[in-house]
């Protein structure tokens, strides 16, 4: 006897999948975009694009550079925020949760599905510091072009793939009349608890 897929009332990955799924579908360029949210240690806010690359039940991983200014908020206060939005499906998630870096080996692997050209980038860029000149920046990206010539670009020490383990997911659809659909899902003792929001 087969056993049923979790109902989407009751699973919120079973309903991610299926609002993934369309967006894969949806022909946009960067289905996987996502506006991410952190806080330095007084609580002031930023936020920027970066892509969720893997996704499954334990969380949303994204990557970046340590030392880069999400990485220094992250250390100083590990929780952030999510919001995908999709413009042709009218449709978006949030996620909100503590969030951690992923294993090293993890990182790894993902790191050798990057391009030569992203992983020369990653060592190149001094993320989210000053630079002179944008002619300074392409120097330096040219010296590591040259330091790794004819050989594997390994990982950098600095850069990793983070972990947002959501507590409170929230799908959000599009509705005449501004009525939307809010379907939210909070993590309460390991178990994830259904409400619906008024929009």
Same mark, same amino acid.
């Given at each position: 006897?087969?056993?049923?897929?979790?109902?989407?009332?009751?699973?919120?990955?079973?309903?991610?999948?299926?609002?993934?799924?369309?967006?894969?579908?949806?022909?946009?360029?960067?289905?996987?975009?996502?506006?991410?949210?952190?806080?330095? &240690? =007084?609580?002031?806010?930023?936020?920027?694009? $970066?892509?969720?690359?893997?996704?499954?039940?334990?969380?949303?991983?994204?990557? =970046?550079?340590?030392?880069?200014?999400?990485?220094?908020?992250?250390?100083?206060?590990?929780?952030?925020?999510?919001?995908?939005?999709?413009?042709?499906?009218?449709? /978006? $998630?949030?996620?909100?949760?503590? $969030?951690?870096?992923?294993?090293?080996?993890?990182?790894?692997?993902?790191?050798? =599905?990057? &391009?030569?050209?992203? /992983?020369?980038?990653?060592?190149?860029?001094?993320?989210?510091?000053?630079?002179?000149?944008? /002619?300074?920046?392409?120097?330096?990206?040219?010296?590591?072009?040259?330091?790794?010539?004819?050989?594997?670009?390994?990982?950098?020490?600095?850069?990793?793939?983070?972990?947002?383990?959501?507590?409170?997911?929230?799908?959000?659809?599009?509705?005449?009349?501004?009525?939307?659909?809010?379907?939210?899902?909070?993590?309460?003792?390991?178990?994830?608890?259904? &409400?619906?929001?008024?929009?």
């Amino acid at each position: 006897m087969t056993s049923r897929p979790p109902s989407p009332a009751k699973d919120p990955w079973a309903l991610w999948r299926q609002v993934a799924e369309r967006a894969s579908r949806s022909g946009l360029r960067e289905p996987s975009a996502v506006a991410l949210a952190t806080a330095d &240690s =007084t609580g002031r806010p930023s936020v920027r694009m $970066v892509l969720a690359r893997l996704v499954d039940e334990r969380g949303f991983v994204f990557f =970046t550079n340590a030392t880069s200014r999400k990485g220094e908020e992250l250390r100083a206060n590990p929780r952030a925020a999510l919001c995908f939005y999709w413009d042709p499906l009218h449709e /978006q $998630v949030r996620a909100e949760g503590p $969030v951690e870096k992923i294993a090293e080996a993890e990182s790894d692997a993902y790191w050798r =599905t990057r &391009s030569r050209e992203a /992983q020369i980038g990653a060592w190149g860029s001094a993320q989210s510091r000053t630079t002179p000149s944008r /002619q300074a920046l392409e120097a330096q990206v040219a010296s590591v072009h040259l330091r790794f010539a004819g050989e594997p670009v390994p990982r950098p020490p600095h850069w990793h793939g983070y972990r947002l383990h959501p507590e409170r997911i929230e799908f959000w659809a599009g509705r005449p009349g501004r009525l939307h659909e809010r379907r939210v899902f909070d993590r309460v003792e390991g178990e994830w608890r259904h &409400s619906l929001l008024q929009p």
